[in-house]
């Protein structure tokens, strides 16, 4: 019996499900007067560290220009679903979702995704992640693309190297900044793969 590795598959068979997948989502993104961009800023933004909720870390994931995620940060700003702040010396401007951009997100149809997902047998999802995984992994890397990934794989990360202090257990090296368990489940615009 061959394994999983040796089935010579038609990649079009996954190919073409998420691309008609990511149309239908789309499609579901213009409800309570918001459009993609702003739904995804608001994504990002929801699952961004302290030091990756910025415009110019937005720009990067989303991989758009800096006048278009100018135009999105603004409009976000109106319609009351993030707030901007000035946080250190060097005035980094850092956005934050308000209630009202938790309480839309709650409707995102991408959460309604990922509830559907849950219902996937473990197996297959856990399988899902990983080829999912591996694919962003390699169009990133052919895109030239920062990965945005979270601290466990980071090269900059040191497990309980701050136990005991208020903000830790964890450490970053690059940030010289405690991590606590929570941090350590977002993404940061700095991440780079262990090797
Ligand atoms: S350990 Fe890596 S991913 Fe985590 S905050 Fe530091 S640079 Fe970012």
């Known amino acids: 019996m061959g ?16 691309e008609r997948l990511a149309r ?14 702003q739904r995804e800023a608001l994504r990002y933004l929801a699952r961004a560290n302290r030091f990756s909720n910025t415009p110019g870390a937005l720009t990067r994931y989303l991989g758009a220009t800096k006048g ?37 997100l709650s409707r995102d149809p991408w959460s309604d995704l990922a509830a559907a997902a849950e219902d996937l047998g473990g197996k297959t999802r856990r399988r899902m992640q990983r080829g999912l995984e591996q694919l962003l992994a390699h169009e990133l890397r052919r895109s030239g693309l920062a990965s945005f990934g979270s601290c466990g794989g980071c090269r900059f990360f040191r ?37």
């Open 3 to 18: 394994t999983d590795d040796e089935d010579s598959g038609d990649g079009r068979l996954i190919a073409w499900p998420l």
């Open 24 to 37: 239908v989502m789309r499609a579901r993104e213009h409800e309570d007067g918001l459009n993609p961009a």
């Open 68 to 104: 278009t995620i100018s135009q999105t940060v603004m409009a976000l700003e109106r319609k009351g679903f993030i707030t901007k702040a000035e946080r250190n010396a060097r005035k980094a401007v850092h956005l934050t979702l308000t209630e009202k951009g938790r309480e839309v």
């Open 159 to 195: 497990e309980k190297g701050r136990d005991g202090d208020a903000g830790g257990p964890h450490l970053c090296m690059l940030f010289e900044s405690p991590l606590s368990a929570e941090d350590t489940a977002r993404i940061c615009f700095a991440h780079e793969a262990a090797d």
